[in-house]
């Protein structure tokens, strides 16, 4: 299988020329180079295992007027760097956005996740459209703005997307969802009307990307969350495939921007992520073995992870021992410290200052 050259081992990028002249240790990893000790951020730092987060929740009221008031967004995303100095801010937005954006209605219940008004047929789908989409986004933007503005100097800003696949099963379906009955029914039985609406996403998941770099991010990460529950062939046609395409795009608009995926749940293909997707580095989760990711991945892109968020929220000795693991098997290239999916709500901040620990020694 060929591979893509490590931008660290030789050839400069524009995006290794960028972070030579930064003192973003995010940036350098994300560059090809190992960090000791190596950067950490986690994902879904900002939620409902904060206080403060919580009584912020309380004063927006409805989850997405939080994320599309930029105050409010700028406040939730700083405020794990505040109270753990985290290496990146992740933006303080949703992957549901931009079906909000494209003409869906979008609400969360309190408890309940995600509600969507579910596309049925071909009508719903046409009443889709990217048009709008700058403008009902740019609060997202300017909020961006306001939180470079504040961060400080050492810190990197990530901004994010879902995968065109994860979004799509929740526009198909409706909300969160164990079998993914409807878009797998879509993906087989519809293949036009499932391509117009992946393709869909693809343009619009570029756009705003594109937008947040426009507005401030210095780091991308697309999560395909759900990629694990499809066929290996399906896999590579609406997860690999959708996603090389945007990053073969970011590259093309912003080449000095570095992109994580999370291709979840997706086992040796994770190999195929790393030398066929153009991405800059992987989010390993939990189930991938170190060893096997230390010799096959790492030589390719940066690695990202992969702490069991199960393992943080327990806390204990055993904390300590799985970080230490993970630690070991990747510090001598390229590394990200992060979970392998997001925190649990029941987290203990004792645990978060354990980690830091170990992490940063
Ligand atoms: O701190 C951060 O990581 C940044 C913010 C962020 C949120 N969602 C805020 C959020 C990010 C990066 C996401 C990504 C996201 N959203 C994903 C991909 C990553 C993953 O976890 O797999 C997915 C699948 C979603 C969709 C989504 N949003 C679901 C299924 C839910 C309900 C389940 C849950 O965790 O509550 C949400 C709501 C949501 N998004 C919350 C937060 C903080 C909780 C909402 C609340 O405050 O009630």
Redesign the pocket.
Known sequence: MERKPRSGAGSASSGQAAAESSAKVLLQVLAGRAADPPPIW???????YLPE??AL?RKAGQ?LD??LTPELAVE??LQ?IRRYGFDAA???????VVPHALGQEVS?E??R??RLRPIQNAADLDCLSGEGQRGRLRPVYAAIEEVRRRLPGETTLIG?A?APW?VAT?MLEG??SRQFRTAKEWMAVRPKEFARLMELLVDSTFDHLSAQVSAGAEAL?I?D??AGVLAAEDRRRWSLAPLSEIVARLKAAHPEVPVIL?P?GTGEMYLEFACRSGADALSLDPTVSLEWARAELQPCVAVQGNLDPRTLADGGPQLDVAARRILDAFRAGPFIFNLG???L?ETKAEAFARLVQVVRG
Request: proline letters at 7%; a positive charge.
């Open positions: 986690l994902m879904r730092q900002a939620g409902r987060y919580r929740r989850f939080l994320c939730a995303t794990p992740i933006l303080f937005s949703d992957i549901l969360f309190e408890g996740g995600p994010f879902g994860t929740y909300g969160s990460q999560f969350t759900w999370f979840r999916h997001g925190i709500p």
